[in-house]
Every structure is written in structure tokens, then in C-alpha cells.
DNA sequence: TAGAGTTTCATTGTGCGCAACTATTCTGCA
DNA sequence: TGCAGAATAGTTGCGCACAATGAAACTCTA
């Protein structure tokens, strides 16, 4: 009949069936016809904002590739970081940092994380000490090989032609400095 | 001397001021040269993938509005959801939901927060008791002026042309409908 | 009209992103 | 040489995203 743990329970509970048929709110009717097709209006307000079209194509595209990161046990920040190991075993926090825009508040639970899964080994540099050193295991390293596909079948998705997604990422890259630099 | 609370320790402590010069790991050295000036390929393994190109420049452009939100004491996806209760106050979850990809999981608290800066009221719908609906209070009606210089001066900060932006909003816009449609 | 299935919203738990702060190590200069 | 300040990482805390799950209300059909 009822279990023991309750999660919770609705804040207000029905007030008698709804029998009062006065619809006191015209906008329900309304709502209706938004159901199956938003109203075109309401999707320009927020495509009329760059920065809505850059949040909700950034994760857009991280959605495409989670099932496939999935597979290999990767979040798609662990990914990215892996990807730089893959090219620069070794490099230091600051360096990870540097390259993702991304500060050790973010990188060093992550790096924890991937040193739990076996995939990376931490150690202080030896010739400076603040510096901590991100090292690929062999797992990690193998990982490279199973993760080659993975970028491929973002393009195949994004159903744009070769070129324009060039200039998308061109337009991207400059956008992303002149923002940088803004930011201060 | 010392304080009562410590927030962390490092884990490894100083091997004896490195006086073991043996090096233990050659790729010490080569880390050096990495170190000021980070290798073009190195940026290039990153700018190859558009979905990084989308990640940054989305977090870039967040972050340049941040200062302007923060003295209205919002947060981007706040600001977004008051963007769209601006043109449809009394939107329920579900809508709102829909025009932003977000589900209940990540509105229910974000309203229940914006109804505790006195923003927004939310209550049940008369007429369909599931429906949880989101009204403006005068407070966050008033927001809107304030608000409304905001999305301007991303544009600016953003160093491209108006008809370079429009194109990137265009194309961004078609990406993410085909991602949302490979998503299943 | 009963009840199976659907819709809507809430909660829990995990991981990221970021601000604020702390600890440790190094550097440069007086 | 010693010490002030910088550089490097780590921690805490908060607010998103998102998966998984649960509860209540509604719908539709036999």
C-alpha cells in the first residue's frame, strides 16, 4: 500500500476534484495549442540571444556524445583532459587548466576521479613541487584507440556540410578570444 | 601558529628538497619546455572538435555576462528562465522546460530559488492539478527593464559583425536542431 | 466507471563550473 | 640570506545538468 520511505509529497493537494469549471486562467486553453508545437514567438525570444544558441548547442552536442563516452566510462570534461594527455603525458594541472579554461576547483576532484578509475597516475614534480603531474596508466593510454571514433560521429550528427562546419569552428575560436579578453 | 581548522593538507610533502637527483621520471625536462608558451599543436588537438569550440565559447560568453547578471542577482539559466516568463507569465514547468532543454530535475529547485528571491510565485493550476504553474511577482516584473541592456553588450564584447553574428546564430540554431534529433 | 497507463512535477545523487579561501612551495629582491 | 609576494593545487560551498526514481493527477479504454 505505501512504502516506508516517502521522497516527498505535493505541496498542495487537490482542492476537490476541480469541479468548479470556471477556468480561472484563460492562458490554460491557450496552453493547449503550445503542447505539441511551441509557439514560434516564444523560441524567437531566446534565439534572438547568441549566447542561448552557443549554451544550447554546447549541450546539444555533449548529449550526442555522452552514450558513446558512456561506453568508455568518461564524462565529457574527463574526455577532453585525456585527449591533451594523449598528447602531452605529464603535463601539470596549470597546463590542463590553461588549455580547457578551467581551474584546479574544477581539474583536481576530476583528476581524482580519473586516478580512482585507473586511467591517470598524479605525482609532484620533482623539480618544483606546487607543480602536480598527470600521468597516463596503460589503461589510460589504451583508451585512446577505443575513443579515436568518437569525434567522427559528432560530425555525421550535425548535419552540416564539411565546410560550413569549418567556418562554424573558425567562428567559434575567434568568438571565444574576443570573450576572453572581454571577460577581463 | 597554527590554525584550529585546516582545510587540507598536501598529500605528498617534500622528498627531502629533492637532493635524490636521480630524476626519477625523465620526462621531467621535457615538461620544462612546455611550461610558458603552450604548443600550438597542443591547442590545435582541442580547436580540431567542434563540440570543444561550442564548450568554450559557450562558458566564454556566460562568463562575460555573468558581472552584468550578478547585479541582479541571477544566474544565466535564471536570467533564461525569466527571458521566457517576461513574454508567457504563468508558463508551467513543462514549457518552460521545453523551450530550454531543461527538465524538472534542474527547474524545480532553480524556481524554487527564484520564488525565494521573491521573483516568481508558483502554484498548481486549477484546472489540471499536475501543472505547476510560474507567475512574475511585481519584484520580478520590475527586472525586466534593468535586464534589458544586458544581451547588448554581449554583442559587443563578441568582436564580430552583425551579419557574422546573424550567421552564427543561424547556423548554431540548425546544429542543434539536427543534434537534438540524433539524440533519438 | 474501474484501473492501466500517461503526464507532470518533485527528490536524490553525481559530476561539473566557479568563487572564495587555504596551504605549500618557489622566486626575487632588499 | 631571509622574507614578502607570487605561483600552484587543494578544499568548501553553491548552483546548474542530468539520470533514476517516486508520487500525484489525469486519460483512455475495455
Not at 469549471?21 to 514560434?40: F, I, L
Not at 556540410?161 to 573558425?170: A, I, N, V, Y
Request: charged share 25%; proline share 3%; net charge negative.
Amino acid at each position: 500500500m505505501h512504502n516506508c520511505i516517502v521522497h516527498y509529497v505535493r505541496e498542495v493537494t487537490r482542492n476537490s476534484k476541480a469541479q468548479n469549471a470556471v477556468a480561472a486562467n484563460p492562458k490554460a486553453a491557450q496552453d493547449e495549442t503550445a503542447q505539441d508545437a511551441p509557439r514560434v514567438s516564444d523560441r524567437q525570444i531566446l534565439q534572438r540571444q547568441v549566447c542561448f544558441a552557443l549554451y544550447s548547442a554546447s549541450r546539444a552536442a555533449t548529449a550526442v556524445y555522452r552514450p558513446m563516452l558512456q561506453e568508455l566510462g568518461l564524462t565529457y570534461p574527463q574526455y577532453l583532459v585525456l585527449l591533451l594527455l594523449w598528447e602531452r603525458d605529464g603535463a601539470s594541472v596549470r597546463e590542463l587548466g590553461e588549455e580547457l579554461a578551467l581551474d584546479s576547483g574544477t581539474l583536481s576532484p576530476l583528476l581524482k576521479r580519473l586516478e580512482a578509475a585507473g586511467l591517470v597516475r598524479r605525482q609532484r614534480s620533482v623539480d618544483d613541487e606546487r607543480r602536480m603531474q598527470v600521468h597516463l596508466t596503460d589503461d589510460g593510454d589504451a583508451l585512446r584507440e577505443r575513443a579515436a571514433a568518437v569525434p567522427q560521429q559528432l560530425a555525421e550528427a550535425a548535419g552540416l556540410e564539411s565546410g560550413e562546419l569549418d567556418q562554424l569552428r573558425g567562428t567559434l575560436s575567434r568568438l571565444t578570444a574576443a570573450l576572453h579578453v572581454a571577460a577581463l
